[in-house]
T-cell receptor, first 116, second 117 residues
Framework: AQSVSQHNHHVILSEAASLELGCNYSYGGTVNLFWYVQYPGQHLQLLLKYFSGDPLVKGIKGFEAEFIKSKFSFNLRKPSVQWSDTAEYFCAVNALIYNQGGKLIFGQGTELSVKP | KAGVTQTPRYLIKTRGQQVTLSCSPISGHRSVSWYQQTPGQGLQFLFEYFSETQRNKGNFPGRFSGRQFSNSRSEMNVSTLELGDSALYLC????????????????FGSGTRLTVV
């Protein structure tokens, strides 16, 4: 069965610090990869996604992620965080298996707290 | 485009009752998926519907069921509610066409917060 593992449960950073959130998945085939963010009291929003091509993908709000196929990883990065980045971040995988198109497997989430 | 709309936003039910949640996808999106979000289990896939047919189902008991109508709107039903069913239930829609998936991915609604007492 596919699974997604996020390395950190809770990360606390000061403003302007750099961010890297780890995500590893277990599935040997072709995947679509996503990072979603959930701000307090709000719905899940798509930060960025990877389907194919350049393994370094850029998303909204200055976030980027790198897909390393050999490591089954899709880590999220931001060079300088802001207080407004305080939220919960979810990594998700969609395994391209016949008839499994809409199923997203989520990691447990990483809560990011940015201190002003 | 209007977003994914879920109703109601909040529900309080008693153990043993049943509940129906509603989801209206983005116009033109034919696929609707449902997820359960809890602090302990995180986000878990319930099922996906496409063109009124269930395409995929997660590991939930038969008390959890759903359906999709011809206008792509979907409903989720939970019968014989248990305390452990208290959760945020999220609906996500996508167009299910390769081109639009590349640009938009999956769009989530704000969810229905179900509390079972």
């Amino acid at each position: 069965a596919q699974s997604v593992s996020q390395h950190n449960h809770h990360v606390i950073l000061s403003e302007a610090a750099s961010l890297e959130l780890g995500c590893n998945y277990s599935y040997g085939g072709t995947v679509n990869l996503f990072w979603y963010v959930q701000y307090p009291g709000q719905h899940l929003q798509l930060l960025l996604k990877y389907f194919s091509g350049d393994p370094l993908v850029k998303g909204i709000k200055g976030f980027e992620a790198e897909f390393i196929k050999s490591k089954f990883s899709f880590n999220l990065r931001k060079p300088s965080v802001q207080w407004s980045d305080t939220a919960e971040y979810f990594c998700a995988v969609n395994a391209l298996i016949y008839n499994q198109g809409g199923k997203l497997i989520f990691g447990q989430g990483t809560e990011l707290s940015v201190k002003p | 485009k209007a977003g994914v709309t879920q109703t109601p936003r909040y529900l309080i039910k008693t153990r043993g009752q049943q509940v129906t949640l509603s989801c209206s996808p983005i116009s033109g999106h034919r696929s609707v998926s449902w997820y359960q979000q809890t602090p302990g289990q995180g986000l878990q896939f319930l099922f996906e519907y496409f063109s009124e047919t269930q395409r995929n189902k997660g590991n939930f008991p038969g008390r959890f069921s759903g359906r999709q109508f011809s206008n792509s709107r979907s409903e989720m039903n939970v019968s014989t509610l248990e305390l452990g069913d208290s959760a945020l239930y999220l609906c996500a829609s996508r167009s299910a066409s390769p081109g639009e998936i590349f640009f938009y991915g999956y769009t989530f609604g704000s969810g229905t917060r179900l509390t079972v007492v």
